[in-house]
């Protein structure tokens, strides 16, 4: 029986061990797959904030590819703008001469190069004042109704539908209406 007793507690202990390493295991795995849920993590918010970098960055880009179109139409606008006042100085005459017809032809052109990249000329002679599109700058007496464009100072433009630069107009106060109405 010594010898069976003798074995017992080396079993016992042999089964401890193993139990014991078996815990180490089981707790050592538990701890890598602990550190590989926490390098997920790390690894999905890294990509997450990549991606929102790329598209901030394409966002960013196209932004100012737009504020830069939008400056250089502007400037084209003001030399459309003064084209429009040489024709308008020239007399018919002077319109049916080769060299007219050449600067009418440029100014055309000139207005379609604009359109295609989205560039409008804003409409505002006659119309109601809307000042999302026009800029007063002053107030005249005239045969149409009171805030009412009855000039354009300088004209206005939008681009994609926004509005690249405002009429700069005159705006009817009515006053012929009135004065005609108490006249009588």
């Known amino acids: 029986m ?7 507690p080396e079993n016992n202990k042999d089964i401890q ?3 014991v390493i078996e815990e180490q295991k089981t707790d050592k795995i538990q701890e890598l797959e602990q550190e590989i849920a926490e390098w997920k993590d790390k690894y999905l918010r890294c990509m997450a904030e990549f991606e929102n ?3 901030r960055s394409i966002a960013e880009k196209a932004d100012w590819i737009r504020l830069a179109t939008q400056k250089f139409a ?38 379609k190069a604009l359109e295609r990249e989205g560039v409008r000329k804003i409409e505002a002679l ?5 000042p999302e ?31 690249l630069r405002p009429v700069r107009v005159a705006v009817s106060n ?8 108490q006249e009588e």
């Open 2 to 8: 010594n010898k069976k007793t003798q074995k017992e």
């Open 17 to 19: 061990v193993e139990e």
């Open 53 to 55: 970098f790329r598209k």
């Open 74 to 111: 502007l400037e084209i606008c003001d030399v459309l703008d003064n084209f429009e006042r040489a024709i308008l100085q020239g007399s018919e005459e002077e319109k049916s001469t080769p060299f007219g017809k050449g600067v009418l032809m440029i100014e055309q052109q000139l207005r």
């Open 126 to 130: 006659g119309q109601p004042f809307n």
């Open 133 to 163: 599109f026009h800029d007063a700058l002053a107030h005249i007496p005239s045969d149409l109704e009171n805030n009412t464009v009855a000039a354009i100072i300088q004209n206005g433009y939008t681009m994609h539908d926004k509005v």
């Open 174 to 181: 009515g006053s012929k209406i009135n004065n005609e109405s």
